[in-house]
């Protein structure tokens, strides 16, 4: 039986558990280059590390123990979360993750982690810091225009205001010159393709690229609808429970948003996406409901026109069925 080490990651430190002898053996290490040497030695190469998807604070560990030869294993946090309350855990601490997280990788079978592509990786670093970038321009405009509308206006507090949102500016355009570059050279043909679709503009095209991995894993449009956290969730139980059916919004709240923005030209400009909004208003249904939808016609014809290679087509059945 392949011997399971448990990693509970923070910001500091890694807190390890494997079994030796059938017994847990805890190990605490600094998030490290030699924190990383030690728990490699401490569980050997030929075993399986699992880890939680903690933020950016379990990348450098798994990069260096797939570059050591090791298996890794990444699992999303809620996953953990509800295995320790199936089975009544009680308490917490780093040490018991840790172990809690061995069991796991004990009991089920985990896909293996491999790292993104370095271009992939960058383009995502330039998107992250577009999008905080551009948080920090609409503040300070806010700031800016409050403060013009006071009686009173303190010249260097104006002027430093305004210069910063000069700054920002420059420095946002910059950053999609960059990010623009980087995706036409990796995703050339696939950013032609998606922006053919009516609705969808450069900038989603590249975001959806970049938040699904370029499609490269997807073997199903089903997955991109549940990975953007659009899928239907029903709660009803018997005949007295009959809660109302809502989206997940388990996936990326960004990309749900830029869809849904895209879902109001697509219902216009997009035979199919308009046909499948008057269909549901039609029946009654939410005009939300309706766009959620056409969200999701969108993510099914975005993943049959990258995997076929054929331009949108507003006549052709697949992509309007």
Request: net charge positive; with cysteine; proline share 3%.
């Given at each position: 039986?392949?011997?399971?080490?448990?990693?509970?990651?923070?910001?500091?430190?890694?807190?390890?558990?494997?079994?030796?002898a059938g017994e847990?053996r805890h190990?605490?290490?600094?998030?490290?280059?030699?924190?990383?040497r030690?728990?490699?030695?401490?569980?050997g190469?030929?075993?399986?590390?699992?880890?939680?998807?903690t933020?950016?604070?379990?990348?450098?560990?798994?990069?260096?123990?797939?570059?050591?030869?090791a298996?890794v294993?990444?699992v999303?946090?809620?996953?953990?979360?509800r295995?320790?309350?199936?089975?009544?855990?009680?308490g917490?601490?780093?040490?018991?993750?840790?172990?809690?997280?061995?069991?796991?990788?004990?009991?089920?079978?985990?896909?293996?982690?491999?790292?993104?592509?370095?271009q992939l990786?960058?383009?995502?670093?330039?998107?992250?810091?577009?999008?905080?970038?551009v948080?920090?321009?609409?503040?300070?405009?806010?700031?800016?225009?409050?403060?013009?509308?006071?009686?009173?206006?303190?010249?260097?507090t104006?002027?430093?205001?305004?210069?910063?949102?000069?700054?920002?500016?420059?420095?946002?355009?910059?950053?999609?010159?960059?990010?623009?570059?980087h995706?036409q050279?990796?995703?050339?043909?696939?950013?032609?393709?998606?922006?053919?679709?009516?609705?969808?503009?450069?900038?989603?095209?590249?975001?959806?690229?970049?938040?699904?991995?370029?499609?490269?894993?997807?073997?199903s449009?089903?997955?991109?609808?549940?990975?953007a956290?659009l899928?239907?969730?029903?709660?009803?139980?018997?005949s007295?429970?009959?809660?109302?059916?809502?989206?997940?919004?388990?996936?990326?709240?960004?990309?749900?948003?830029?869809?849904?923005?895209?879902?109001?030209?697509?219902?216009?400009?997009n035979?199919?996406?308009?046909?499948?909004?008057?269909?549901?208003?039609?029946?009654?249904?939410?005009?939300?409901?309706?766009?959620?939808?056409?969200?999701?016609?969108?993510?099914?014809?975005?993943?049959?026109i990258?995997?076929?290679?054929?331009?949108?087509?507003?006549?052709?059945?697949?992509?309007?069925?």
């Amino acid at each position: 039986m392949q011997t399971v080490v448990g990693i509970d990651v923070s910001k500091e430190t890694l807190a390890v558990c494997h079994l030796v002898a059938g017994e847990p053996r805890h190990l605490e290490v600094e998030n490290a280059k030699a924190g990383f040497r030690r728990l490699l030695k401490g569980g050997g190469p030929e075993s399986l590390y699992v880890m939680e998807a903690t933020g950016a604070y379990y990348m450098r560990l798994a990069y260096f123990l797939v570059g050591q030869g090791a298996k890794v294993a990444v699992v999303n946090p809620l996953v953990i979360k509800r295995f320790i309350q199936m089975h009544l855990g009680k308490g917490k601490s780093d040490r018991k993750d840790a172990q809690w997280i061995m069991r796991y990788g004990q009991q089920n079978e985990l896909k293996l982690w491999q790292p993104d592509d370095a271009q992939l990786v960058e383009c995502r670093q330039l998107e992250q810091a577009i999008e905080q970038l551009v948080k920090q321009k609409t503040m300070t405009l806010n700031s800016l225009e409050a403060l013009e509308q006071q009686p009173e206006r303190n010249k260097v507090t104006l002027r430093t205001l305004r210069l910063t949102l000069l700054v920002l500016q420059k420095q946002i355009r910059l950053l999609e010159q960059e990010l623009d570059g980087h995706l036409q050279d990796q995703f050339k043909e696939q950013m032609e393709l998606l922006s053919s679709i009516p609705g969808i503009g450069s900038k989603t095209a590249g975001m959806l690229l970049l938040f699904f991995g370029g499609f490269r894993q997807v073997t199903s449009y089903r997955q991109l609808i549940a990975k953007a956290g659009l899928c239907p969730r029903e709660y009803s139980s018997g005949s007295s429970v009959r809660g109302k059916v809502r989206i997940t919004k388990m996936g990326g709240s960004q990309i749900r948003s830029k869809l849904y923005m895209c879902s109001l030209t697509a219902m216009r400009a997009n035979k199919a996406c308009r046909e499948l909004y008057e269909r549901l208003v039609a029946k009654g249904k939410n005009r939300k409901l309706a766009l959620i939808a056409v969200c999701n016609k969108l993510l099914k014809q975005a993943f049959a026109i990258v995997h076929s290679g054929v331009p949108y087509q507003p006549d052709f059945k697949r992509f309007s069925a």
